[in-house]
């Protein structure tokens, strides 16, 4: 994960992730308060960046990309016991 930049006039970040398949993620006006607070340890993602939705929150988090997401958290569902 790599800061793009920082927009100081809306306190917002632009966040990149690059995804172990190549693909990259941007992510754009991730609240700044939030995001500090959440790469600090002070506060689970869900609740810093309540705003991104949770395959965007989860990009943060692992990296990966919104596709990937897909295929490892959907595939074999129906195996689980």
Known sequence: ???LEYN???NTFTVT???FCGAETVLEDVPGNGYARW???GIVIQKALPTLSPAERETLITGLCVVCQSDIFTEND???A
């Open 1 to 3: 994960m790599r800061v």
């Open 8 to 10: 100081e006039d809306t």
């Open 17 to 19: 992730c690059k995804c």
């Open 39 to 41: 790469q600090d340890g």
């Open 78 to 80: 129906d195996d689980v």
